[in-house]
């Protein structure tokens, strides 16, 4: 998807994590995901910057006869991905340069991606290229993102700033960026991280 520099070293799993913090904030995350899917009943999905899967996994349960794809650039965690998800198929890829189709999926996600990426203006025009209608997007809320993280006593010296994060949207940057890119949207706010659901 991009390059190792560029994702720096952030590997906390908050999908797996036990503090249950974490986990309340992921289970909001999921409710404004859910509610934004609501009326989009998706046939074909790509979950782009994929990870481990468990985006891709979490539809694909929601949805258990929509096609679900994920893409990322990391083979070592598409193994993963594919360990745990054996009914979903995941492929390395790049996310400035989709070995896709246009238009070949009507949902394509991209969550907690964007904010790695030098040039994620790029991305989003790809992203819309292979999808027919809808884009689901995710990014940290700043600043209080950092804030979170400087209160758990995390990249103090990089006053909270995530390792690898190359952009730092507060709601009106992202929802700026979000209506330069995008004919309609919906954007929410689950506590430190923006969802949003595109329209091409």
Not at 10 to 35: E, Q, W
Request: proline fraction near 4%; glycine fraction near 6%.
């Amino acid at each position: 998807m991009h390059s190792k520099e560029e994702t720096g070293g952030n590997i906390y799993n908050k999908y797996t994590t036990g503090n249950p913090i974490v986990r309340l904030l992921m289970s909001d995350f999921f409710r404004h995901l859910d509610a934004l899917l609501e009326n989009v009943n998706p046939r074909r999905v790509l979950d782009v910057g994929c990870g481990e899967g468990y985006i891709s996994q979490h539809i694909k349960e929601k949805y258990p006869e929509t096609h679900v794809e994920g893409v990322d650039f990391s083979p070592g965690i598409l193994e993963v991905a594919r360990e745990l998800n054996p009914d979903i198929m995941f492929l390395e890829g790049n996310i400035y340069s989709l070995e896709y189709e246009d238009y070949l999926f009507d949902l394509v996600i991209a969550c907690e991606v964007l904010e790695h990426l030098d040039k994620p203006e790029d991305a989003i025009k790809e992203l819309k290229r292979v999808s027919s209608r809808y884009v689901i997007l995710s990014v940290p809320n700043e600043p209080f993102f950092r804030i979170a993280n400087i209160l758990r006593f995390r990249y103090l010296r990089r006053l909270g700033n995530t390792p690898g994060h190359l952009n730092n949207w507060t709601r009106k940057e992202f929802s700026d960026i979000l209506q330069k890119n995008f004919r309609e949207f919906k954007h929410e706010i689950s506590t430190i991280w923006q969802i949003a659901l595109c329209v091409k």
